[in-house]
T-cell receptor, first 113, second 113 residues
Framework: NAGVMQNPRHLVRRRGQEARLRCSPM?????VYWYRQLPEEGLKFMVY????????ESGMPKERFSAEFPKEGPSILRIQQVVRGDSAAYFC???????????FGQGTRLTVV | QQQVKQSPQSLIVQKGGISIINCAYE??????FPWYQQFPGKGPALLIA?????SEKKEGRFTISFNKSAKQFSLHIMDSQPGDSATYFC????????????FGTGTLLAVQP
């Protein structure tokens, strides 16, 4: 009974490169949420997705960031042309339905050098 | 208005003592207030949660006290143990979107043996 799986756990990118963060939800979960945690700060909501649909992207930066949750495969958070300020821990959570408890993965720690 | 303010930033408690962490909010539309526990290198895990129709909820050694008129809520950890040493986040949300959470900035708790 695996939990929410995120990979990679650590990712180093040079400025201007692309970062792809993957999240496989728990079995039976079709709702995925992405959060970003900057150093010394709490988690900030980014986007809420169901299979093949973006439900709420109110926390996503307007440029360079995108997310998807295809019918098959993991959810992907994509950051294009990364900058130093993108360095953070990115957490994914999943739930069985929108009002049910969400379980968090261990996060991907992105470092932009 | 969307913020949740958390204090203290860090807390040192002796084994067996009571740990108290406080949060305050402005948005009266918030109707769900969870607390999360996060160990280093791990994702946040739901600890206990409360809705504003009750003033207190207790689960084992963990208690949430809720003051609707003051727009404040707090986490009390009774008989604190070294294994409780972690970062604690309060959060809030509304409208049934229980997983689009507004997080506090976290409290690093250290319980000394």
């Amino acid at each position: 009974n695996a939990g929410v799986m995120q990979n990679p756990r650590h990712l180093v990118r040079r400025r201007g490169q692309e970062a792809r963060l993957r999240c496989s939800p728990m079995k039976g979960h079709s709702h995925v949420y992405w959060y970003r945690q900057l150093p010394e700060e709490g988690l900030k909501f980014m986007v809420y997705l169901q299979k093949e649909n973006i439900i709420d992207e109110s926390g996503m930066p307007k440029e360079r960031f995108s997310a998807e949750f295809p019918k098959e495969g993991p959810s992907i958070l994509r950051i294009q042309q990364v900058v130093r300020g993108d360095s953070a821990a990115y957490f994914c959570a999943s739930s069985r339905q929108s009002g049910a408890e969400a379980f968090f993965g261990q996060g991907t720690r992105l470092t932009v050098v | 208005q969307q913020q949740v303010k958390q204090s203290p930033q860090s807390l040192i408690v002796q084994k067996g003592g009571i740990s108290i962490i406080n949060c305050a909010y402005e948005n009266t539309a918030f109707d769900y207030f969870p607390w999360y526990q996060q160990f280093p290198g791990k994702g946040p895990a739901l600890l206990i949660a409360i809705r504003p129709d009750v003033s207190e909820k207790k689960e084992g050694r963990f208690t949430i006290s809720f003051n609707k008129s003051a727009k404040q809520f707090s986490l009390h950890i009774m008989d604190s143990q070294p294994g409780d040493s972690a970062t604690y986040f309060c959060a809030a949300t509304y409208g049934g979107a229980t997983n689009k959470l507004i997080f506090g900035t976290g409290t690093l708790l250290a319980v000394q043996p």
